[in-house]
């Protein structure tokens, strides 16, 4: 099942009608609501709802935005933050979140879950990367630095996200909406990939699960942090969903799928058969960009 992110267009439209209908141009029955909902273009999706126009398939935290957000931002307000007022400010949010996935008949929300307060390494190592100095002698050192200093500073935040999920998924059970942890872009993100296997046998809900992320961990394995396809393998029986898009290696993600070096032939096969994949594209792919990849899409995967 696929279904289209409004993370391509909601910043350009006033009314959220508009933005529906131009994603309906491209062929899509479903839509996912991106993080970049903000409370003007509730309207227009409620109306196409309400009309049988639109399915709504997720939700992507936060969404709507908190009223004082002025932009797409789903890391304003973090599970792991260590000030309580920040977390629980997450947490109402996202219980917002869900009510409004309900509303519009959405089985799923997408979460991201905070990070470790540390030097932010990925994007450094990307740098380094595009110079051709990956894994040259200062690359290796600054990722085992990082890896150490994440792996002695992430218990007291894991915990925090532990409590705050445990909140989430009982106030998501009473709406029969699942959650899925989505895999990060930044290696100082949570969950790493080493993490999220215990994170989820620790909150034992059938309520959470995993959400795959094929630009982001494409980009761990070219850092050298992982190994997409032996990730997936492990990882995928336990995924609800898939942001769906290619990257152009080192790290330029949100590409149309077959565009990029992802080698979705081999991976898309270790994801669940009713796995929900979610194109999520970079604002500047054109909509005829996007169509050749959802013919290709269809002719090797079906629909």
């Known amino acids: 099942m696929i279904s289209f992110s409004t993370c391509w267009n909601s910043g350009r439209h006033t009314t959220g009608d508009e933005m529906l209908r131009e994603i309906k141009d491209l062929g899509f029955d479903r839509v996912e609501l991106g993080h970049g909902i903000r409370i003007s273009l509730m309207p227009g999706i409620q109306k196409m709802f309400d009309a049988g126009e639109v399915q709504f398939s997720s939700l992507h935290n936060f969404c709507p935005l908190p009223v004082e957000i002025m932009q797409a931002s ?74 150490q200093t994440r792996e002695a500073a992430a218990p007291p935040y894991l915990e925090r996200v532990k409590d705050s ?25 949570i969950p790493s990939e080493r993490e999220l296997p215990s994170l989820l046998d620790e909150l034992n809900s059938p309520q959470v699960g995993y959400w795959h992320d094929m630009g982001h961990i494409q980009i761990k394995e070219n850092l050298g942090f992982l190994n997409h396809e032996e990730w997936l393998g492990e990882i995928g029986p336990r995924a609800f969903g898939c942001h769906m898009q290619d990257c152009i290696w080192p790290a330029q993600d949100h590409q149309p799928p077959f565009t990029g070096m992802v080698d979705l032939e081999k991976l898309v096969p270790l994801l669940p058969p009713n796995c929900l994949f979610v194109w999520e594209m970079s604002p500047r792919k054109t909509p005829e960009e996007i169509r050749r990849s959802v013919a290709l899409w269809k002719e090797r995967f079906g629909e």
Not at 103 to 115: I, M, S
Not at 123 to 130: F, M, N, Q, S, T
Not at 176 to 184: D, F, H, P, S, T
């Open 165 to 189: 999920l445990r909140q989430i998924a009982e106030y998501a059970a009473k709406k029969n909406i699942r959650l899925g942890v989505e895999g990060r872009r930044g290696y100082e993100e």
């Open 74 to 147: 789903p890391d304003c307000y973090k599970f792991s933050a260590a000030y309580s007022k920040e977390r629980e400010r997450a947490i109402k949010q996202t219980f917002q979140t869900i009510d409004f996935a309900e509303r519009l008949g959405a089985p799923f929300v997408v979460l991201h879950c905070g990070e470790i307060e540390m030097n932010p390494i990925t994007d450094e190592l990307i740098v380094l990367a595009k110079r051709g100095e990956i894994f040259s002698r200062k690359y290796v050192r600054m990722k085992l630095k990082a890896v």
